[in-house]
């Protein structure tokens, strides 16, 4: 998901912004003076950092891989898997990692690419005839390496309501909706975070291999590698004892949730892992597709896939704009940014870095690979937060690379505490100015009914008791009630409060006063863009049957 931030949790927008962009693989040289006093910077100590990041970012566990020169350093837990259970977090215990699963659906698409199944600049409708976007001009012209760039002009997280939270969409239906969604911008002329695309990718994986994407990446990936802890999907998880449990904020304070089940959406967030397992991934991905210590049948030794795709997955392909960090992080900021095929892309010191950030309900993650120096670090979290992942990943960067340190700990944790606390007052300063006397232009009553989006479908308002309560008919837990705010403008608190994603509802009323549409938007700057309210244009169902 995902990948901005709720900092109860970051969100998943913001957690991909936040590592690619604000704060980049760059390590400071100094550390910025505080009121004119130079600070002193902590000895870099792994279970040290790692301990104090648990404790400054209220994350229960975390589990750390780094691998260096063809060799895994560390591949340890720390923390617990869930609160209130002593179980602790080891180097098999399994995390949700998000879209970090996205660089493992383009290395399938690699693989196919090398057998000859498929080319990069292949049309998607060679492979999938019936795949349809909004516009027939980016139907025809859209290519397998679109699907990965994240440059289609679909809008940030487009769509992504059709698969999370939970919902009742097959991904046949998903790839069927995605010809009502309005792009935000003309085909390949900017870059703007999508999920969906990804999930065609993984469609045109279980097309090529005559198997689901799930095992298609255990045979081609996951078995070649000796990954054996991996999986595709949380069903898979069942009976093992050693499993990372979610947690979110629920009012400013941490606690267990439970998982978030995508079955529909693998092809972009399909994959669980552990800090062993992942730790084999990124050395290959830093070998350029080489197997270590394992020979072909030709006695040559064994690729995942060619050094040319190995190339051509960390290539640029859509170039990232640079936003300025905040002037404690002003050292962090990159000198190029971009996307390739799964992978971000950027500078660090005049070395090129991959890496990738994940989010999902309850997990975050964050993969960080330095070619050049033949570096690797994976962070695994079981919660909402994207600053743990950021402090410890600079602190080993700086580290392994002979960086002068900074205290990365100190500085995120100020940095996110200020930008949490700006918007929380943001959204007091809203709700202070709203018009609290005024009253809908209708009896409560006449709101109640069934609404219909393009792309998405039916949401129900209706009355429980005293109550009135809105559904989202395909994601069962996205239910809330309303609550008004002003004029005919209300908010739908969800009754899952660690999805921390209130929103607005507003009605546009017709001339006779009938309701026209309903437009919905997050209150919160915070909440993860995955919940992309404001893409839905929700009509009454009545008044869309009268017109046919």
């Known amino acids: 998901m995902k990948n901005m931030h709720k900092l109860q949790g970051i969100s998943a927008a913001i957690v991909l912004a936040f590592s690619s962009v604000t704060l980049p693989a760059m390590a400071a040289d100094t550390v910025p003076a505080v009121a004119g006093t130079a600070a002193a910077v ?8 790692v301990n104090s990041a648990l404790k400054t970012f209220d994350v229960p566990g975390i589990a750390i891989a780094i691998v260096k020169d063809g060799k895994v350093i560390t591949a340890k837990g720390f923390g617990v898997r869930k609160l209130g259970d002593p179980a602790p977090v080891d180097a098999r215990t399994l995390f949700e990692v998000a879209s970090n699963s996205k660089g493992f ?5 690699s693989m196919l690419v090398d057998e000859g199944k498929l080319a990069w600049d292949d049309p998607v409708t060679k492979h999938l005839p019936g795949f349809q976007m909004y516009d027939s001009y980016v139907t025809g012209a859209m290519t397998i390496r679109d699907l990965l760039t994240h440059r289609s002009g679909l809008g940030l997280g487009a769509g992504d309501l059709l698969w999370w939270p939970t919902t009742t969409f097959s991904t046949d239906e998903i790839i069927e909706k995605l010809r009502y969604i309005r792009p935000a911008t003309s085909f390949r002329s900017s870059y703007a975070y999508d999920n969906l695309l990804y999930i065609v990718a993984g469609k045109i994986i279980a097309e090529k291999t005559g198997k689901t994407w799930g095992e298609a990446v255990h045979e081609r990936i996951l078995a070649p590698l000796g990954m054996t802890g991996t999986t595709t999907s949380l069903a898979e998880n069942a ?9 979110s904020k629920i009012n400013g304070k941490i606690a267990a949730v439970k998982s978030m089940p995508v079955p529909n959406a693998v092809g972009a967030v ?4 552990n800090a062993e397992d992942i730790a084999k991934w990124m050395m290959v991905l830093l070998d350029g597709g080489k197997i270590a210590g394992v020979k072909d049948k030709d006695g040559k030794e064994a690729r995942l896939f060619s050094e040319k795709q190995g190339r051509e997955m960390w290539s640029e392909q859509t170039p990232v704009k640079i936003s300025e960090p905040k002037p404690a992080l002003a050292a962090t900021k990159p000198n190029f940014s971009a996307y390739g095929l799964g992978f971000q892309l950027r500078d660090y010191k005049g070395m090129k870095v991959a890496m990738h950030g994940g989010a999902l309900q309850g997990f975050y993650s964050r993969v960080v690979m330095v070619p050049e120096a033949k570096l690797g670090v994976a962070i695994l979290t079981n919660a909402e937060n994207g600053g743990s992942m950021t402090a410890l990943q600079w602190r080993i960067l700086d580290h392994y690379l002979n960086a002068a340190p900074s205290d990365w700990i100190k ?3 100020k940095v996110e505490q200020d930008q949490h606390e700006a918007e929380v007052k943001k959204v007091g300063n809203a709700s202070s100015a709203r018009a609290a006397k005024s009253q809908p232009s209708l009896p409560l009553a006449s709101y109640d009914g069934e609404y219909e989006d393009a792309w ?3 949401v129900v308002i209706r009355h429980e008791g005293k109550k009135q309560i809105l559904s989202f008919t395909r994601t069962p837990d996205l239910t809330g009630e309303l609550e008004h705010f002003q004029h005919d403008t209300f908010i739908v608190r969800w009754k899952e409060r660690n999805f921390n994603a209130d929103a607005y509802v507003t009605f546009s009323l017709n001339p006779d006063g009938s309701i026209d549409r309903v437009k919905m938007a997050p209150v919160s700057a915070e909440t993860d863009f995955s919940y992309d309210f404001q893409d839905l244009n929700l009509v009454p169902v009545k008044a869309r049957e009268a017109k046919k």
């Open 42 to 49: 902590p000895a870099f100590d792994l279970d040290q950092d």
């Open 105 to 109: 659906t383009a290395a399938a698409l």
């Open 239 to 247: 009976g093992n004892p050693d499993v990372a449990n979610a947690h």
């Open 270 to 273: 399909g994959i669980n892992t």
């Open 411 to 413: 500085l995120v944790a």
């Open 456 to 458: 998405y479908g039916k």
